[in-house]
């Protein structure tokens, strides 16, 4: 994606002109930020990492629980991550299909998709962007 989604193409992370996505954490960005969308990207994924290298939320010894929380990380998890799907279909899936991947990302978005509803894993307004296009592909 870093070929068609650069800093110049997608100062915004945005799902086309209904949806703009800002960032917040506990550490760099206190209160909800602008980012171009690979920016975006890279904050969330190393955001991730973080959370998921904690022991203290993703404990990995038998016997240590997870923390009261842990859904809840987990929902914010995956809204920033389908955000990352809302971008690429609506600006990108031209350039998907140009390299072949159009049945690739489908079936990563539909396995995505099956999970997160079934387990109620985010809240069904986060999910409007790609309402139609799930209605299609997923139903």
Not at 24 to 53: C, F, G, R, V
Not at 127 to 138: A, H, S
Request: aromatic residues 14%; contains cysteine; proline residues 5%.
């Amino acid at each position: 994606m870093s070929e068609f989604c650069t800093e110049r193409s997608c100062p915004v992370m945005s799902g086309g002109l209904r949806y703009e996505y800002r960032w917040q954490d506990e550490h760099k960005y206190k209160k909800p930020t602008k980012l171009s969308a690979p920016l975006y990207m890279n904050t969330l994924m190393e955001w991730i990492e973080t959370l998921i290298n904690n022991e203290d939320i993703f404990p990995t010894r038998t016997g240590v629980p997870f923390p009261r929380n842990f859904q809840q990380v987990c929902t914010k998890i995956l809204t920033r991550l389908f955000r990352v799907f809302v971008h690429v279909y609506i600006h990108h899936f031209d350039g998907v299909i140009s390299v072949g991947a159009e049945a690739h990302v489908n079936t990563c978005y539909k396995h995505f998709y099956y999970f997160i509803t079934e387990f109620s894993l985010i809240h069904h307004r986060e999910l409007e962007p790609l309402r139609e296009m799930t209605e299609k592909i997923c139903h």
